[in-house]
T-cell receptor
Framework: QKEVEQNSGPLSVPEGAIASLNCTYS??????FFWYRQYSGKSPELIMS????GDKEDGRFTAQLNKASQYVSLLIRDSQPSDSATYLCAVNPSGGGSEKLVFGKGTKLTVNP | DVKVTQSSRYLVKRTGEKVFLECVQD?????MFWYRQDPGLGLRLIYFSYDVKMKEKGDIPEGYSVSREKKERFSLILESASTNQTSMYLC????????????FGDGTRLSIL
């Protein structure tokens, strides 16, 4: 059973701080990794994709991938109250040959003004 | 931008009814998915389709069926609705190569009374 584990929440940070969200996965040959943001009562929205080891930055968001450690993280710099949401980590297992994604259960982030 | 459209945002039905949830995507994606999402259980895959008229069971197919007669449209059918099928239903699509992300519709919050 391929698994994706996210750090248990909820996570609470003050406005302006860095929020760090972590995710580990069990399938060593996984090739594609995604972070989704989901506001309460809404559907998941893709915010980051990462395919290679290292960092990928997009505005205040940085995704970090370490395939050797089977670890992917999302950093949110200068956190804002509007970042308060549940963040889902998703992994395409089996070397990218699967149509399906495996999702973590999410980490709920609250940014306090 | 990818657009995945679900036919209803909110739906209320009675037990025993046959319920149809419709999903349409405009990006010519081969893969389409139906999930349900319940508090504490995360996203659970019901069915997915990788081509017209092709379907595969996900993790929780019992009580559901699907139809994909056209590439852009994927329907979820509750054969005889029960109260334990009250949930948020999410449709998603992705391209054939499987490396890319899934894009979600806005979701249908279904209540079975």
């Amino acid at each position: 059973q391929k698994e994706v584990e996210q750090n248990s929440g909820p996570l609470s940070v003050p406005e302006g701080a860095i929020a760090s969200l972590n995710c580990t996965y069990s399938d060593r040959v996984s090739q594609s990794f995604f972070w989704y943001r989901q506001y309460s009562g809404k559907s998941p929205e893709l915010i980051m994709s990462i395919y290679s080891n290292g960092d990928k930055e997009d505005g205040r968001f940085t995704a970090q991938l370490n395939k050797a450690s089977q670890y992917v993280s999302l950093l949110i710099r200068d956190s804002q109250p509007s970042d308060s949401a549940t963040y889902l980590c998703a992994v395409n297992p089996s070397g990218g040959g699967s149509e399906k994604l495996v999702f973590g259960k999410g980490t709920k982030l609250t940014v306090n003004p | 931008d990818v657009k995945v459209t679900q036919s209803s945002r909110y739906l209320v039905k009675r037990t025993g009814e046959k319920v149809f949830l419709e999903c349409v995507q405009d990006m010519d994606h081969e893969n389409m998915f139906w999930y349900r999402q319940d508090p504490g259980l995360g996203l659970r895959l019901i069915y997915f389709s990788y081509d017209v008229k092709m379907k595969e069971k996900g993790d929780i197919p019992e009580g559901y069926s699907v139809s994909r007669e056209k590439k852009e449209r994927f329907s979820l059918i509750l054969e005889s609705a029960s109260t334990n099928q009250t949930s948020m239903y999410l449709c998603a699509s992705s391209s054939r190569d499987g490396r890319g992300p899934q894009h979600f519709g806005d979701g249908t919050r279904l209540s079975i009374l």
